[in-house]
């Protein structure tokens, strides 16, 4: 069965600081990762990661993946209270499936 | 504008009364998915469509049912909902090939 797990499951931080979130995963096979921010409703698509050690970047975000590991990091730098939100990880194994996420990192950012 | 509607976006019902939640998209994708939200457990795929009529299970789902008439909708189908069914729900959408989904807003669904 394919898992994801995702760490720590919430974190507060203040403006300012940079945060890092984990994401691990164990798939029967492997075609992309991606990162997606809920807020109050729908996730948002942020990232996506098919090859190894390429830093996908936005802005203030980052996002690497580790393929020999089996895993990612999505690094947020000079958070804002605007980036509390639940941050997802999800693995696309190429089937129709689709995909299989994880239970998501609960940031809240603090004025 | 590009998207995936449900609806409705909230409903409170009450064990045993049928109830159909909608879910359209407008992008032409070919492959749909329905999933619940349920706290600490994070997104679970309840059943998912990679073309008209041509639908299969997810992870979990007892209690429901779908259908793939036509390649624009994809409705959930709950025939006797139960209190463990309340839940919030997301359709997802999505092209052939290597793309990420669009999500809807989410139904809460509330089962008393």
């Known amino acids: 069965e394919d898992k994801v797990v995702q760490s720590p499951l919430s974190l507060v931080v203040h403006e300012g600081d940079t945060v890092t979130l984990n994401c691990s995963y164990e798939?029967?096979?492997?075609?992309?990762l991606l990162w997606y921010k809920q807020e109050k409703k729908a996730p948002t698509f942020l990232f996506m990661l098919t090859s190894s050690g390429i830093e996908k970047k936005s802005g203030r975000l980052s996002s690497i993946l580790d393929k020999k590991e089996l895993f990612s990091i999505l690094n947020i730098t000079a958070t804002q209270t605007g980036d509390s939100a639940v941050y997802l990880c999800a693995v696309d194994s190429g089937s129709a499936r689709q995909l299989t996420f994880g239970s998501g990192t609960q940031l809240t950012v603090l004025p | 504008e590009a998207q995936v509607t449900q609806n409705p976006r909230y409903l409170i019902t009450v064990t045993g009364k049928k109830l159909t939640v909608t879910c359209s998209q407008n992008m032409n994708h070919e492959y749909m998915s329905w999933y619940r939200q349920d706290p600490g457990l994070g997104l679970r795929q309840i059943y998912y469509s990679m073309n008209v009529e041509v639908t299969d299970k997810g992870d979990v789902p007892e209690g429901y049912k779908v259908s793939r008439k036509e390649k624009r909708n994809f409705p959930l189908i709950l025939e006797s909902p139960s209190p463990n069914q309340t839940s919030l729900y997301f359709c997802?959408?999505?092209?052939?090939?290597?793309?990420?989904?669009?999500f809807g807003d989410g139904t809460r669904l509330s089962i008393l």
């Open positions: 997802a959408s999505r092209p052939a090939g290597n793309q990420p989904q669009h």
């Open positions: 798939v029967t096979n492997f075609r992309s």
